[in-house]
């Protein structure tokens, strides 16, 4: 949470957000299992490898410090590594210290790792620094004139923040080696880039990608490196038959074939399974924070603590978070993230929302609605009550998209309006939090929506507003990714902890958050 949003908060309430923050899913000591290759962050920021059973290898990370690790530790070139540090980038990720040097090796890589922790340039890095002079800092010339390199992104929004992550780094010389092809976007300016630019890099979604290979336009064949950006998304039916026909085309003329690298926050066993004819040999490596409690241990906690202890709601977390690491290989959330809900009934859901904007001051907020008719219903009753809100929706072009979302960055919206699929890639520095003001679908997509806030590092505030009959879909959330969701309410424009609730549903019954909450402030 940010200093702006916890000042707002009576005494009581901000220590117990903030312990919430400071704790997270961890404690001290073990740490988290996957399926393949886990690399673990532990408190104090070291990272080290854990290997966790198949045939992936281990990891060389044991026992550096964060700000011992360099970009060179991970195989970065001086002139790139110069650059990122122009860019205000001075020490590698996590997700960049586990995946870049496998895929600087080129083996085919499934990297897993919480959204906002450096996915994409732990990526686009090694692809860039494969085609550069290291004594002239400028692209080698025996690379050619060929795409290098293809980027396959499910929403216009990613695939143009991943364009935009090259020219940050490499300015005009981004700008030269990389190009956008994007549906909603004019085809034929696209094509004459293509032509007159000779890209290296191109990134674009499924369907305009599958039509200019159609077309001739685009040529794939020599393609050596294939980046398939929130696998889990281009799995839907409606990106099959694009997908195939970009896997198909796509570095036939290799030699030796071409590398894949498949990446999310959440991959699941049936999604590995599911890519396996894209990329044999997947080595899947999964760069996460600490997951100290064992099994066994937990276990052992569970039968002697009192449920209302909050230590012993956090072993319990983190003892399900690494079952679950262990059993699907799904990265939990972040622990400086944290997480809350207030319950309301679906009538007073925008009256509540508005009400946490303010108790909490938000200022930069993501609010998520499953339906697309509901974005805009949403933002004009925020609107209405004086709250400058802006809105994504499937019904807008490009350009207004961009002015939407550039307006929300410059600050001029106190929170943006979105779907699931719209907010895929966005990223927005210092967004404070998120709004699920309509429950997400499932685990993935709650992870997904809180990955928009929190990122690399910040603290950040996920609040669900729910509706009574809805709280065994937090509890399943809870169980599922090893976190604990707070209940809260307002009450005198303030956030405070819920009043403890009775009922089969686990205990979130009553009515309008703002009236069944609990001061923390003594004698209040």
């Not at 990608?209 to 020599?222: D, K, V």
């Not at 998520?368 to 009550?385: H, I, P």
Request: glycine share 12%; with cysteine.
């Amino acid at each position: 949470m940010t200093r702006a949003a916890a000042a707002r908060l009576t005494p009581m309430a901000t220590s117990w957000l903030r312990g919430t923050v400071r704790r997270g899913v961890c404690g001290s000591g073990g740490s988290g299992r996957a399926r393949a290759v886990s690399v673990v962050e532990g408190r104090g920021g070291g990272a080290r490898a854990a290997r966790a059973g198949g045939d992936g290898g281990e990891a060389a990370f044991g026992g550096e410090t964060e700000n011992a690790v360099t970009f060179a530790d991970v195989g970065v070139g001086k002139h790139l590594a110069r650059a990122l540090e122009r860019s205000g980038i001075v020490t590698p990720s996590i997700a960049q210290r586990a995946a870049m040097p496998a895929i600087e090796r080129g083996e085919n890589v499934a990297m897993q790792s919480h959204t906002g922790s450096g996915k994409t340039l732990a990526y686009l890095l090694p692809i860039i620094n494969e085609m550069m002079d290291e004594e002239r800092g400028t692209i080698r010339a025996d690379v050619g004139t060929g795409v290098r390199a293809l980027v396959v992104a499910p929403s216009q929004e990613l695939a143009m923040q991943i364009v935009r992550q090259v020219e940050r780094i490499l300015g005009d010389l981004g700008r030269k080696i990389t190009q956008q092809a994007i549906g909603g976007a004019n085809a034929r300016r696209q094509e004459e880039a293509i032509r007159k630019k000779r890209p290296l890099i191109v990134v674009g979604t499924p369907g305009r990608l599958a039509e200019l290979s159609r077309s001739g336009i685009l040529q794939t064949h020599g393609v050596r490196t294939l980046v398939v950006d929130e696998a889990d998304d281009l799995l839907a039916s409606n990106f099959r038959r694009d997908m195939a026909r970009i896997s198909e085309h796509t570095g036939k003329g290799v030699p030796g074939g071409r590398q894949t690298v498949i990446v999310s926050a959440t991959l699941k066993q049936e999604t590995l399974d599911a890519y396996s004819y894209l990329a044999p040999n997947l080595k899947h490596i999964v760069a996460t924070y600490d997951k100290p409690v064992s099994n066994a241990a937990a276990a052992e906690d569970d039968d002697e603590a009192n449920e209302d202890d909050g230590e012993a709601r956090d072993a319990k977390s983190a003892s399900a978070a690494a079952q679950q690491a262990q059993t699907q290989g799904v990265v939990s959330l972040p622990p400086h993230i944290t997480h809350c809900s207030v319950v309301s009934e679906r009538r007073h859901k925008v009256d509540e929302l508005r009400r946490a904007i303010h108790a909490t001051d938000v200022r930069r907020a993501l609010i998520f609605c499953n339906f697309g008719r509901r974005l805009q219903d949403v933002q004009a009753k925020l609107t209405a009550r004086r709250m400058p809100v802006g809105v994504l929706h499937g019904g807008m072009d490009k350009m207004e998209r961009q002015k939407e979302l550039a307006a929300f960055r410059r600050g001029e919206f106190r929170a943006l309006v979105v779907s699931d699929l719209a907010a895929r890639g966005l990223d927005v520095d210092d967004c404070d939090a998120v709004f699920n003001l309509e429950l997400p679908t499932d685990e993935t997509h709650y992870v997904h929506r809180a990955g928009r806030t929190g990122r690399m590092g910040s603290p950040g505030v996920v609040i669900t507003i729910a509706e009574p009959q809805e709280a065994f879909v937090l509890k399943r959330f809870e169980k599922n990714l090893g976190v604990t969701i707070n209940d809260i309410a307002t009450q005198g424009g303030e956030v405070v902890r819920a009043r403890p609730r009775d009922g089969g549903d686990g205990g979130r019954r009553g009515r309008r958050g703002g009236r069944r909450g609990e001061s923390e402030r003594g004698g209040d």
